[in-house]
Structure formats: C-alpha cells, structure tokens
C-alpha cells in the first residue's frame, strides 16, 4: 500500500478497527448488525482501492462516490448500535473516524466532479 495515499491509509484501517468490533460483537452473541457493519465498513477501503485503479475520471468518481454510500452506510450502523442495548461497546472511536473518512471522500468527489 503506497504510503503517501491518507484516504487509502484510513480507511485500511479503518477496516481493521471493524474486525475487531466484529469480533467483540459476535463475542457478545450479536450476529445481524455485526455482519451488516463488517460488511459496509470493510467495503469503504476496497471501493477506493478500486477507485484507484479506475480508467477514467468519471470510473474514479463513481467508485468514490460507492466509497462515500458505504462510508454513510457504515456511519448509520455505528449510531443505530451505539444508541440500542444489543451490545455493550464503545464506539466513539469508530464515529470520529468514519467522519472523517466521509470528510475526506466528500472533498475528493467533490474536486473530481470539478465542484468547489
């Protein structure tokens, strides 16, 4: 993984921090959301993968816009079990990440879209 690449960085990360509250999840008995959120949050970082290798401006804009839905995906699912009695974890870590990836996403749209 190029080390010069934030976004990429992040969200890799980002996904390893989902495995492992994946795992605290189903460690807790929680087998529904924890797979929702194992799925949209590891999904951010492959979209941008993805992205990086897209053949046009417009493929890269739409990868990162995917990247950006499961961002937003990943973000709600963090609420919804942050705020419901399924599962006693912390997951004001994750929320102040996944902010900053879709602050991230939303700018790197944005300037691709040639919008300001």
């Known amino acids: 993984m190029k080390k010069d690449n934030i976004i990429l960085e992040k969200t890799f990360d980002f996904a390893l921090s989902i495995i492992e509250l994946y795992k605290k999840m189903t460690e807790q008995k929680e087998y529904v959301l924890s797979k929702q959120i194992l799925r949209s949050g590891t999904s951010i970082g492959a979209n941008i993968e993805e992205a990086i290798a897209a053949h046009s401006r417009k493929d890269f804009a739409a990868k990162m816009i995917l990247a950006s839905k499961e961002?937003?995906?990943?973000?709600?699912?963090?609420?919804?079990?942050?705020?419901?009695?399924?599962?006693?974890?912390?997951?004001?870590?994750?929320?102040?990440d996944i902010e900053t990836i879709i602050n991230i996403i939303t700018a790197i749209v944005k300037t691709t879209q040639g919008k300001s």
Not at 71 to 96: D, G, H, I
Request: charged share 25%.
């Open 71 to 96: 961002a937003r995906e990943t973000r709600y699912w963090l609420r919804l079990l942050q705020k419901s009695p399924l599962v006693k974890l912390e997951f004001t870590t994750q929320l102040n």
